[in-house]
């Protein structure tokens, strides 16, 4: 936050003018606030990110794009069967 506060939920929903209930809907939005809240703050600026940890983001955003691939197939499929069976 650009007041340079502890980041919180509650402080970041009010800066970004959304209920609270809207980051915790969210799940991938609230554990990022979670990580940049437990990111140790280096001279008014966040700590260098290490490699591991870009290494295991990228990890979790591969398999969840996976996920998402194959969830969209799956409701192509539906959709098409269903649009089959209508004509």
Do not use: C, W
């Amino acid at each position: 936050m650009k007041s340079g506060g502890d980041i919180t939920v509650s402080g970041l929903a009010r800066s970004a003018r959304v209920d609270r209930t809207f980051l915790y809907r969210h799940p991938d939005l609230l554990e990022r606030v979670h990580v940049a809240a437990s990111t140790p703050v280096e001279n008014g600026r966040m700590a260098a990110v290490s490699r591991a940890s870009l290494q295991a983001d990228l990890a979790n955003a591969l398999e969840a794009n996976k996920r998402l691939t194959a969830r969209v197939r799956q409701l192509e499929t539906r959709l098409s069967t269903q649009l089959g069976e209508g004509v």
